[in-house]
T-cell receptor, first 105, second 118 residues
Framework: GIQVEQSPPDLILQEGANSTLRCNFS?????LQWFHQNPWGQLINLFYIPSGTKQNGRLSATTVATERYSLLYISSSQTTDSGVYFC???????FGAGTRLTVKP | GAVVSQHPSRVICKSGTSVKIECRSLDFQATTMFWYRQFPKKSLMLMATSNEGSKATYEQGVEKDKFLINHASLTLSTLTVTSAHPEDSSFYICSAQTWEGLLGDTQYFGPGTRLTVL
């Protein structure tokens, strides 16, 4: 099956810093989503982005399908951005291992 | 926005009992629902995919007689953990998928159910 790898596994930032999270996948995909899992376990959709670039406030994402990777950018990070960020691919949503982000005040 | 509920949010039971978890899409009809299991500080592991009115498709290694899935309608799917044992303790998350035009097939996740088997 398709392999999904995320990096880095852990990331600690000072409030206000920018960051880039990466998602590599081993085969072509028809669906890719980024999620944020908050400390209570709720998964929140961030982006549906099988290709191209999207922006939503301080967050943006880019997927280069031909090179099999996607990037999530977080600018001017806030403590509320802390949590785990997952990418998931294809209609049956195969998840990567996630990036655990901690934003310190 | 699309909302998915799960009930109960937390359950503690004795070993050997069965536990039913409900997953509902509140404001949309879901073509497909998914059940995931998540261990502490780990990723989500897909357990099964269910479509309304048909048998669920289980992932390799997931016991279908242990984890019974019923998808009775386009807004409700249930997961029953039968004869639960301590190793079944986990965080179970459902998601409901719907077609959103330009957004394609989008999944919305429930808040999860934390199961503890004593």
């Amino acid at each position: 099956g398709i392999q999904v790898e995320q990096s880095p596994p852990d990331l600690i930032l000072q409030e206000g810093a920018n960051s880039t999270l990466r998602c590599n996948f081993s085969d072509s995909v028809n669906n890719l989503q980024w999620f944020h899992q908050n400390p209570w376990g709720q998964l929140i959709n961030l982006f549906y982005i099988p290709s191209g670039t999207k922006q939503n406030g301080r967050l943006s994402a880019t997927t280069v399908a031909t090179e099999r990777y996607s990037l999530l950018y977080i600018s001017s990070s806030q403590t509320t951005d802390s949590g785990v960020y997952f990418c998931a691919v294809n209609n049956d949503m195969r998840f990567g291992a996630g990036t655990r982000l901690t934003v310190k005040p | 926005g699309a909302v998915v509920s799960q009930h109960p949010s937390r359950v503690i039971c004795k070993s050997g009992t069965s536990v039913k978890i409900e997953c509902r899409s509140l404001d949309f009809q879901a073509t497909t629902m998914f059940w995931y299991r998540q261990f502490p500080k780990k990723s989500l592991m897909l357990m099964a995919t269910s479509n309304e009115g048909s048998k669920a498709t289980y992932e390799q290694g997931v016991e279908k007689d242990k984890f019974l899935i019923n998808h009775a309608s386009l807004t409700l799917s249930t997961l029953t953990v039968t004869s639960a044992h301590p190793e079944d303790s986990s965080f179970y998350i459902c998601s409901a998928q719907t077609w959103e035009g330009l957004l394609g097939d989008t999944q919305y996740f429930g808040p999860g159910t934390r199961l503890t088997v004593l």
